[in-house]
């Protein structure tokens, strides 16, 4: 009895420490200057009210060119996500999700091309949209269904003044004012 105790106190935890260890605990984290002179800073949001648990992850991979590392994984703040080590190339955003009481949710991207994967052709600031993970209603026995729309908000000029929370003193404060310099224009 003690055994399944100690198992039950002991694993949640020892979880939880290699995960902020590895970094898996996405929360906000500040950019920094760029080690690439190609590397973009790609961002949106997902408004996930409807979901069963808040925004704890994006995972986006990177189709072409082939890389050692093709899978990004994006500090979430409220909705929004952000990367500012993405590599010229095709992208698509594979998989979100979060945690809830002892509850993993995972959510699949629709398959194909969407909307919101980028492809990077030069170095930049590339806003991929505001969505909402919407509820799909199916019967009782049937697995939960989700889709994904479009929203106006909050905008990009929004999203970027967000930004400039984690851009310090870096070369993306420059790019993220410059990029809302533009967009007042």
Not at 6 to 35: D, H, N, R
Not at 66 to 75: Q, R
Request: net charge negative; with cysteine; glycine share 8%.
């Amino acid at each position: 009895m003690k055994s399944k105790i100690a198992t039950f106190l002991i694993v949640p935890s020892l979880t939880a420490l290699i995960l902020s260890l590895c970094g898996c605990f996405s929360g906000p984290y500040m950019m920094e200057e760029p080690k690439n002179p190609m590397t973009s800073l790609v961002f949106g949001y997902m408004d996930m009210s409807e979901a069963p648990v808040g925004l704890g992850w994006i995972i986006m991979h990177q189709l072409q060119p082939e890389s050692k590392e093709p899978y990004y994984f994006f500090p979430i703040s409220d909705g929004m996500f952000y990367c500012d080590l993405v590599e010229p190339g095709i992208h698509k955003f594979e998989e979100f999700g979060g945690y809830g009481y002892r509850t993993e949710y995972t959510f699949n991207f629709p398959q194909g091309k969407n909307e919101l994967d980028p492809v990077i052709e030069r170095p930049g600031i590339y806003f991929v949209g505001s969505y909402k993970y919407k509820k799909v209603e199916t019967g009782f026995f049937e697995q939960g269904k989700f889709s994904i729309a479009k929203t106006d908000w909050p905008t990009e000029k929004e999203l970027l003044e967000r930004l400039l929370e984690f851009a310090g003193d870096t070369i993306w404060k420059k790019r993220i004012m410059d990029r809302m310099a533009e967009i007042d224009k």
